[in-house]
């Protein structure tokens, strides 16, 4: 009997589930795809907290009964119009150049005054060059120091690849974010309107996918200098936007036609609400699961972008500048090695992603990858 009940319960419960609920737990059966966006999610939540992790800033130093905290201060100079610094002087050192925390961290040990250093997990910043500790000229191949070696200026390739990877993974999440309000905004109204206003925008858009990206970044870094927002917007603009225009456009053009949308308009509902709010969530099912590949191609755009040399400024942490080096050191190995298996991971974790987001959202036929 108790068996029963639970039974009746659980098809209770399942029954009351909404259809957004459903499609969450059919992603959760379908194991790859779930643990590669636990894994996935997991290492982005992690990036964020590189500077306490990978950084060459100390976390924490005491010297003479006082209390400092550089890698703090060092986060807050990205934010703060006045930012503090900490000199070598002000720890009885030479210089007014921020110190060698690793080195003070061995001279404050070795003094025995009860002063004393906090580094990070792994002391080594993306962006420092400290060629006065490498034993031979950069770049230099893995050892106990730099465990994956590092590039042609002396930095390190595992804190360059590390916050390479959150600046990939933020920058193709925000271009498909913006990708999709232009295109769901712009492939809306024109399938909902339809007539002229979408004979008109199809031409624009026509012409507007006609513009070679690639040419047009050239000819805009020569005018404009380089950034993370200028290349978001770009990507965004010249081309991100137009897939997605074209789904929502057909999308709206078939739904817009059924009976709910007819006594929507009988009630009296204006057109902004009966578009987003009873016509995109059901029109939605076949364009989000094309997200997870749109941000596989984000991720590519910016790799190639950047072993052009028209992407992010130097000496951002790059893949794409990383692969580049490697192309001009092909006896380096471990230049090209590292980020072409990092970028294979994260491409492959995207793709299981997309794919049972595919599976669980859309219920045409599937085909999984073997």
């Known amino acids: 009997m108790w068996f029963k009940k639970s039974s009746g319960t659980t098809a209770a419960t399942r029954k009351s589930e909404s259809v957004l609920q459903k499609r969450i737990r059919n992603f959760k059966k379908i194991k790859r795809a779930y643990y590669s966006l636990v894994v996935l999610g997991v290492l982005y939540f992690i990036s964020f907290f590189n500077g306490l992790l990978i950084n060459n800033q100390a ?3 005491k010297y003479n009964g006082q209390y400092f905290f550089p890698a703090a201060s060092d986060w807050l100079e990205k934010i703060s119009p006045k930012p503090r610094y900490y000199s070598a002087n002000e ?3 030479e210089g007014t150049n921020p110190p060698n925390y690793r080195k003070l961290k061995a001279k404050f040990a070795a003094e025995g005054k009860g002063n004393w250093v906090v580094m990070p997990l792994y002391p080594y910043g993306p962006l420092e060059t400290p060629l006065d500790e490498l034993t031979t000229n950069p770049p ?3 050892d106990r120091q730099h465990i994956l070696g590092t590039d042609s200026q002396g930095r390190d390739i595992f804190a360059r690849v590390t916050y390479g990877f959150q600046i990939s993974i933020s920058f193709a999440l925000l271009v498909t974010l913006l990708s999709y309000i232009m295109g769901i905004l712009i492939g809306g109204a024109l399938g909902y309107y339809g007539g002229r ?3 008109i925008g199809l031409r624009l858009i026509e012409v507007f996918s006609l513009i070679p990206f690639l040419f047009m970044m050239i000819i805009l870094v020569k005018f404009l200098e380089p950034s993370f927002m200028l290349l978001v917007m770009m990507l965004v603009v010249f081309g991100g936007w137009i897939g997605i225009t074209y789904y929502v456009r057909g999308e ?3 739904e817009k036609n059924r009976d709910y949308v007819s006594a929507a308009t009988a009630m009296g509902q204006n057109d902004f609400k009966i578009m987003f709010r009873h016509i995109l969530p059901n ?3 076949a364009v989000i699961t094309f997200a997870p590949f749109a941000v596989i191609g984000n991720i590519s755009a910016l790799v190639a972008l950047d072993f052009l040399g028209f992407g992010l400024p130097v000496p951002t942490p790059s893949w794409g500048e990383l692969i580049q080096q490697g192309s001009t050191n092909i006896e380096k190995y ?5 980020p072409l298996v990092i970028i294979f991971l994260t ?3 995207v793709t299981f992603i997309g794919e049972g987001v595919r599976q669980a959202f859309d219920p045409r036929d599937y085909q999984r990858l073997r």
């Open 140 to 142: 230099t191949p893995p």
């Open 347 to 349: 491409l492959t974790t």
């Open 197 to 199: 206003l979408d004979i």
């Open 334 to 338: 471990w230049l090209i090695l590292t």
């Open 252 to 254: 709206f053009l078939r």
């Open 91 to 93: 720890f009885g050192e």
């Open 59 to 61: 976390l924490m130093v």
């Open 283 to 285: 029109a939605f099912t």
